[in-house]
């Protein structure tokens, strides 16, 4: 597994609880109050360049600032390799390094 | 002269391409809004057999004010309504109370269904322990 910080969504109730855009991840520690938490995500579902990024932007709290933006092409990588392993349309799932 | 059945059987679900996998979540923690503590959504190609799930909430301290909270895991499936697979609510004044739940042998989820943990708690104050988790083994569709 990949242990990354994102960004958490929803929150609005138990039918959008606060969570991480990801299909498949375990909590390891959050924060909702800046909506960040650390997860860990299976190898299979971060794409080589999404983990690069990963490794070269350390977050070692998660109050830590995130050294350099997530950019929005890797976003973009990111949602279509999802989209390909899980073959549920492209839109469902849109991740992001917080 | 290799000769072979047309009839043969595919193999029993266990023997294709398995793999057991499971989640769980344990913490302390403080009242909270609802929160999704892990996810897992079956690949293309693929089905997974969930063969136990286990949730417990324990009132560690007191709150100053009780309240519902939960810890629960559930599924949506293919028509992507949501499911209980165990739900385990608690509303204490009192530390050391609990409720726990635990099933086995709950669900069969096809590609694209999801399976995942979740909790919360309304109270003010105090703490609670809680545990969920899941087991289950993915296999080819």
Known sequence: ?98 | MRVSSLGVARPVYYDRSPATKSQLYSATLAPHADTQRWSYTVPAGYKAYVETAYTLALQQTAPTVAAGGYSGVFTNTDDASASIVSYAYLVSATANTQVAMGVSGVALLNPGNIIFGQSSDGSTGGTRYIVISAKYSTFQA
């Open chain 1, 1 to 98: 597994v990949v242990i990354i910080r994102c960004a958490l969504v929803g929150g609005t109730g138990p039918s959008d609880p606060l969570r991480v855009d990801l299909p498949t991840y375990g909590m390891v520690a959050d924060d909702p109050a800046i909506r960040r938490a650390f997860v860990d995500v299976p190898d299979v579902d971060v794409p080589a360049d999404v983990a690069a990024f990963v490794r070269a932007n350390p977050t070692p709290t998660l109050a830590s600032p995130l050294p350099s933006s997530f950019p929005a092409g890797l976003a973009a990588v990111w949602r279509e390799h999802l989209a390909r392993r899980y073959d549920l349309g492209q839109a469902r799932w849109n991740p992001e390094v917080a």
